[in-house]
């Protein structure tokens, strides 16, 4: 069954077109992944779609009476009002009713004879409320909420004192509300963490509804979608194939195309070379008949690469000075906000090489406690943090507070390269596809993915060897998350990176440090290596609630129970006593294998005595290997001994 048609669309502002020729037709059932660079019109092709834009050109069919949903990027959510009002406008035709019903009741109260007809018509209402599921209406809410992971205890707090997490969630649950046969969903993964997302995913995998969705979130994609529809200049193309596979069959369809287009252009050149030395010979006729074929040839153009421009995004770090081997410690690291720890008594010891992703529902203390590692934790925390040797780090906060919205990209470079002259600066964030008139932009003009490559800019103008991000990927297209994966993965330094993007952590992370419902622990591997040893994650507890309630001295089980924890609570005291010895063996040997490679440096000639002290060298490397390797089992968890 059709649902939605689209044909010959065009839309541009200001004699700007940023699409045209575009055709899409929706079907029920239909699962598609709307995909193409910041900027090229996706959100502005959704409201064309909705009837919210006129197009330039073509024009939209929508079936009659059909129940669309949205969820916008930027949710419309008003700072008045209880959660519960606003997902209830989702319900629309029962609100109206349960409106004109209490308006009739206080007529007919304001009268001491009340008018039969209103009477009637109340009569009426009461019937239609019952009829059309109102007296469930509040169950039904409830039972939205949790399909959306939203907490029926928020339903009646206000809009404006909900975080971005629960706005998002709270408008994809006015969505579903409106019982919709087509949801269009515009980047619906903003602000959610990831089991939120995957929730999100299995939700949408079950909704009896056709689906269009415009995400950078590839693993979201993949698990949604069914088919793919690439959003160019000159046209919509569709593949019939999840996002990983479209990246496949674009690549070969672009090298398909592009071979075409160099074969007649060498047919071209060979049949003009032809011509010219023929017109004025015996085979004139013939250079005559092909001059004429090539008049009707039509000429391929190259195909349009719609990545292209979000590919020239260049991320180079700054050659830093070689670190220690350890790079940052934090020991008894705490944070409390609003009345509840977030996390207490956290160790946590980062070595060179290391790339972290911490990861755990929003809200659990991930930015708290990179804020805190960097440096800019709050006067009440906890711990100490002690950062190695030769360490030079750069905190990239997801708010981007380091940015001046009140100056231009220039003034942002200029505030911590004050040397480099403007044509210097335009050079330099030309790299960061910041070109013609964007480097003079007002900072608080730019879209949240021009924000973020201008912090990424100002960072990485400085020699770098400890990099503590927080979302960095936030606001980013697909190229850009991959171009700075790819510069990550070959980064020399440390990480410590907040994410909720599951490909990208994939792609970057050794270790995960996971806020799971017993605590916080670092993992070897990457996320997907962590899901599969995970158990089912819930909200991260209070380190009161991490140990339960204390047995009562009359109960057996509650006896054994506390001696279970006595006995934990021993082990893991050994097991923190062989760290800290084992952190200061490593300590000693690497200053010992500093001391031996600067000589080794600084010896000349004695070629048997720089072979002895090579054999040290190497011998003391393997030794501090091992030495490695027990402290991180021990870090796992495993056996002390």
């Avoid at 706005?167 to 006015?174: M, T």
Wanted: proline share 4%; hydrophobic share 40%; with cysteine.
């Amino acid at each position: 069954m059709m649902l939605l048609s689209a044909e010959g669309l065009s839309f541009g502002y200001g004699g700007e077109t940023l699409f045209r020729d575009v055709s899409l037709r929706l079907e029920r059932g239909d699962r598609v992944g709307l995909v193409a660079p910041n900027g090229a019109g996706k959100t502005t092709l959704l409201r064309v779609l909705l009837g919210e834009l006129e197009p330039t050109s073509g024009s939209v069919w929508r079936a009659p009476g059909l129940r669309v949903g949205v969820v916008r990027q930027r949710q419309d959510v008003k700072a008045h009002g209880t959660a519960r009002q606003w997902l209830e406008a989702g319900f629309a035709t029962l609100r109206a009713i349960r409106e004109r019903i209490e308006a009739l009741q206080r007529a007919i109260e304001d009268v001491s004879q009340p008018d039969a007809r209103s009477v009637a018509e109340l009569a009426e209402l009461h019937e239609r409320w019952r009829s059309e599921g109102g007296e469930a209406l509040n169950a039904e809410l409830g039972r939205i909420a949790d399909r959306v992971g939203l907490p029926q205890s928020l339903l009646d707090r206000p809009v404006g004192a909900l975080s971005g997490g629960e706005r998002a969630r709270l408008a994809i649950g006015r969505a579903l509300a409106q019982r919709p046969e087509l949801l269009l969903l515009d980047e619906p993964t903003n602000h959610l963490d990831v089991q939120t997302t995957e929730r999100l995913e299995e939700l949408l995998r079950r909704l009896d509804a056709a689906l269009l969705v415009v995400s950078h979130d590839r693993a979201l994609l993949d698990a949604v979608c069914t088919r793919t529809a690439e959003l160019g200049t000159q046209r919509l193309r569709m593949y019939p194939v999840p996002y990983s596979r479209y990246v496949e069959m674009r690549r070969e369809r672009l090298d398909r195309e592009q071979r075409r287009v160099e074969e007649q252009r060498a047919f071209v050149a060979r049949t003009e070379e032809f011509i010219r030395r023929n017109i004025n010979s015996q085979r004139t006729a013939q250079a005559r008949s092909r001059r004429t074929m090539l008049e009707k040839l039509e000429r391929l153009e190259s195909p349009e690469d719609v990545w292209a421009p979000a590919t020239r995004l260049a991320l180079r770090f700054a050659q830093a000075p070689r670190s220690g081997d350890l790079v940052l410690e934090g020991r008894g690291l705490g944070a409390r906000r609003a009345d509840r720890w977030l996390y207490r008594g956290l160790d946590l010891v980062v070595r060179r090489g290391m790339r972290i992703g911490i990861i755990g529902p929003n809200g659990a203390g991930k930015s708290t406690l990179l804020a805190q590692l960097a440096g800019h934790g709050a006067a009440g925390d906890e711990g100490t943090v002690r950062v190695g040797s030769q360490v030079h780090a750069a905190f990239l906060d997801q708010h981007l507070e380091s940015l001046d919205d009140a100056g231009s990209a220039i003034d942002e470079i200029r505030s911590v390269r004050p040397d480099l002259v403007p044509d210097a600066v335009r050079q330099y964030l030309a790299r960061f596809r910041f070109v013609g008139d964007d480097p003079f932009r007002a900072v608080r003009s730019l879209s949240g993915g021009e924000r973020t490559r201008l912090a990424l800019a100002k960072m990485l103008l400085v020699p770098r060897n400890l990099l503590l991000l927080d979302e960095p990927t936030n606001h980013l297209d697909i190229p850009s998350r991959e171009i700075l994966e790819e510069a990550l993965a070959h980064f020399v330094g440390a990480v410590l990176v907040a994410s909720h993007d599951r490909y990208f952590l994939d792609r970057v992370c050794t270790h995960v440090l996971a806020f799971e419902p017993d605590g916080v622990r670092l993992h070897p591997g990457n996320h997907a290596d962590w899901k599969r040893r995970a158990p089912a994650s819930g909200p991260v507890p209070t380190p009161r609630e991490s140990h339960g309630p204390m047995p009562t001295s009359g109960d057996s089980s509650g006896r054994d129970a506390h001696e279970a924890r006595k006995a934990v609570a021993r082990a893991e005291e050994r097991r923190r006593r062989s760290i800290e010895r084992l952190e200061a063996e490593i300590a000693r040997m690497e200053a010992r294998l500093g001391a031996l490679r600067a000589e080794l440096v600084a010896m000349q000639g004695d070629w048997e005595a720089i072979a002895a002290r090579a054999e040290q060298e190497r011998a003391l490397t393997a030794e501090l290997e091992r030495a490695v390797e027990r402290w991180a089992a021990l870090h796992e968890g495993a056996d002390a001994s």
